[in-house]
């Protein structure tokens, strides 16, 4: 509760910095942002990166990507109204001030996962194919699965090697009785690797040239 409550408390307080910045238009004075971010994540509220801080920002070469739910017909019908209207509900109407890009199905019929991209200041979307499907048994990204690749050791969907760490988090299915285990079910059946992991570290190859080291991401500390 105190972890929560101290971020609560930065978070008002960045909140309240960035809306003063923003009246006298200082924010231009930021480097350009490039942001990835699920739609339904729960941690960090997709509806607060674009009203309490995209929105806030003037143009200056500023990107949101966001990572749809799976549509297709496999869980089209499970899907929360809330959820699958989410995208056109929270992004304002174009043009906007930055640009945006949104990873989603080529259709309900098609796992096939496409982007569509669309330039600030302008109202033109296009759609390209990113040459990679919407896993099939994956109905959303999640906050925590953001910076980890399917073949991390720990979270990753297909770690490699899978015991490097103990239990492999990210190969868990499991199925049974509820009231059984030690974790809730939501714990276990969050997403915890990206798989369009490669899909982002190629944009931020694209913003930040340069070599890493595999797994890495530029400009972070990984964690030991």
Do not use: C
């Amino acid at each position: 509760m105190n972890g929560a409550r101290q971020s609560y408390l930065l978070t008002s307080v960045l909140q309240s910095q960035l809306e003063q910045e923003a009246r006298p238009r200082r924010l231009s004075e930021l480097p350009p942002i490039l942001t990835f971010q699920s739609v339904m994540g729960f941690t960090v509220s997709t509806r607060a990166v674009i009203s309490a801080f995209y929105n806030l920002l003037p143009k200056n070469d500023n990107n949101l990507v966001l990572f749809d739910v799976n549509r297709t017909i496999n869980f089209g019908l499970l899907l929360r109204d809330s959820s699958a209207l989410a995208i056109g509900q929270w992004l304002p109407p174009t043009p906007r001030l930055y640009g945006t890009t949104v990873i989603t199905n080529a259709s309900v019929q098609s796992a096939k996962a496409v982007a569509f991209d669309t330039k600030a200041g302008s109202m033109e979307v296009t759609r390209r194919d990113l040459g990679m499907d919407y896993p099939e048994d994956v109905y959303s990204l999640s906050h925590v699965a953001l910076p980890f690749s399917d073949s991390d050791s720990l979270y990753g969907r297909f770690s490699t090697p899978p015991y490097e760490f103990g239990i492999p988090l990210g190969r868990i299915a499991a199925r049974g009785e509820r009231g059984v285990l030690i974790l809730d079910l939501d714990t276990l059946l969050r997403l915890s690797s990206n798989p369009f992991y490669d899909y982002m570290m190629q944009r931020i190859d694209d913003v930040i040239p340069g070599e890493r080291e595999p797994g890495s991401i530029p400009g972070s500390v990984q964690a030991q």
